[in-house]
């Protein structure tokens, strides 16, 4: 049996890319995994699909994120499925958002805070008193928090703010044995980051990293799984930096 087996475990945004990645390994460590969609159900419903034929379970509920009520009505969904409770939360959805300080509108600064702050903010308020004690919380940021960005400034302001609500929840939960940390990816190769398909920004990317290369969904989702599982105990408060090494100082010529 997987070491998370009788665990039940809700994944946000799981229906792609990082998000599914998480839902699959989870699965495989034997937790029952809800996989929240915004809108691609179809594509939700061919995770849960894979993971039951790898002899998991998993359910699918749709709800979106960064509007009024979405906690609630995400929670109504889960206790569908789910009514016994809950041990693992993932909050991995997320909306990006491009521009520079002075390309940035109101509405769209405000679309990104609602979906990549306020909702994780606002989940985890509401899950509490289903959320066993022993359980774990597991936010999804970003590299660019630690680096300067112009290109990002919002969406890494958003993800800063998750950050903060990581080693604050970790103090308040920590008399009830609840882990909570922060997985920060860099850049991923998932079918969200389109401009990769340009062969030169390709290797411009991978060549952020030490190892040369870009993350794949499983390198983040590797990370996510030991912070989820028994020997992460003594683990909180933490921002785990899953960048493969990105930017961590100039690259000097060996010639």
Known sequence: MGVLAGRTALVTGASRGIGRAIALRLAADGARVGVHYGTNRDAAVQTVAAIEERGGGAFALGTELGVPGDARALWAAFDEHAPGGLDILVNNAATGL?????????????????????????????????????????????????????????YSMTKGALEVLTHT???????????????????????????????????????????????????????????????????????????????????????
Request: glycine share 12%.
């Open 98 to 154: 491009y521009g520079r300080i002075g390309e940035i509108g109101e509405d769209d600064f405000d679309r990104a805070f609602a979906v990549n702050a306020k909702a994780p903010f606002f989940i985890v308020q509401q899950g509490l008193e289903r959320l066993r004690d022993g359980g774990r919380i597991i936010n999804v940021s970003s590299g660019v928090t630690r680096i300067a960005s112009p290109s990002t400034i919002a």
């Open 169 to 255: 929840l970790a103090q308040e939960l920590g008399t009830r044995g609840i882990t909570v940390n922060t997985v920060s990816p860099g850049i991923v190769d998932t079918e969200i980051n389109t401009w990769l398909a340009d062969p030169a920004a390709r290797a411009a990317a991978a060549g952020y990293s030490a190892f040369d290369r870009l993350g794949e969904p499983g390198d983040i989702a590797d990370v996510v799984a030991f912070l989820a599982a028994p020997d992460a105990r003594w683990v909180t408060g933490q921002n785990i930096d899953a960048t493969g090494g990105s930017f961590l100082g100039a690259v000097l010529p060996t010639g």
